[in-house]
């Protein structure tokens, strides 16, 4: 079984910061692409950032580039999203994705919750 699990999720104010942390099993030996996605409530969900290991290469939505960066631990089969300068506009669900590429796999965690306060 793949798990894909999220944490790191929280209330902040305004200005403040998170790091979400998403952990993979089994579908981190695959050539793969790795993202997080959010959405709020009676909104569709958008893609946040990405990467994909094997280039290094990186997306970031224009609405956090600067603030948010996307990273991972090889090691730790774990991906990272470290959120800085938050706004309101930041609250959602927020959800990890791994996406096994030449394929239609894709595993998406449980999604944690991001509140910021104005």
């Known amino acids: 079984q793949v798990q894909v699990e999220e944490s790191g999720g929280g209330a902040v104010q305004e200005g403040g910061s998170l790091r979400l942390s998403c952990t993979f099993s089994?579908?981190?030996?695959?050539?793969?692409?790795m993202g997080w996605f959010r959405q709020a409530p009676g909104k569709e969900r958008e893609g946040v950032s990405c990467l994909t290991p094997s280039t290094g290469n990186t997306y970031y939505a224009d609405s956090v580039k600067g603030r948010f960066t996307i990273s991972k631990d090889n090691a730790k089969n774990t991906l990272y999203l470290q959120m800085n300068s938050l706004k309101p506009d930041d609250t959602a669900t927020y959800y990890c994705?791994?996406?096994?590429?030449?394929?239609?796999?894709?595993?998406w965690g449980q999604g944690t919750q991001v509140t910021v306060s104005s």
């Open positions: 994705l791994a996406k096994v590429l030449g394929t239609s796999l894709q595993y």
């Open positions: 089994v579908v981190s030996m695959f050539d793969r692409a």
